[in-house]
């Protein structure tokens, strides 16, 4: 079985900073894709920036160039630096990544349990 763990949630004041982390761990042959999702209280889950296992990335306009999105393939695990945080970036942040968990296995989706992140004064 393969698990996501995130880390790194709390509670900042607005112009302040944090790093989540979002770690694999179990029998894992190969992570491709991964993202970060956030939820707020009464909204949709909506992405907030997706990376390959090569690297390229992908974010969306309401964090482009506030946030950043990367990986350790070697440690299986996947930051988000954000910074200028605004209270409307308060959400539980969750991890999602597709999961190969064998050579000759299927491709499957894995979630994390979610960090909150908390933005006020």
């Known amino acids: 079985q393969v698990q996501l763990v995130e880390s790194g949630g709390g509670l900042v004041q607005p112009g302040g900073s944090l790093r989540l982390s979002c770690a694999a761990s179990?029998?894992?042959?190969?992570?491709?894709?991964m993202v970060w999702y956030r939820q707020a209280p009464g909204k949709q889950r909506e992405l907030v920036a997706a990376i390959t296992r090569g690297g390229a990335t992908n974010y969306a306009d309401s964090v482009k160039g506030r946030f950043t999105i990367s990986r350790d393939n070697a440690k299986n695990t996947m930051y988000l630096r954000m910074n200028s945080l605004k209270p409307e970036d308060t959400a539980a942040y969750y991890c999602n990544a597709q999961v190969r968990i064998g050579v000759r296995d299927d491709t499957y989706d894995y979630w994390g349990q979610g960090t909150q992140v908390t933005v006020s004064s």
């Open positions: 179990g029998i894992i042959f190969r992570i491709y894709d």
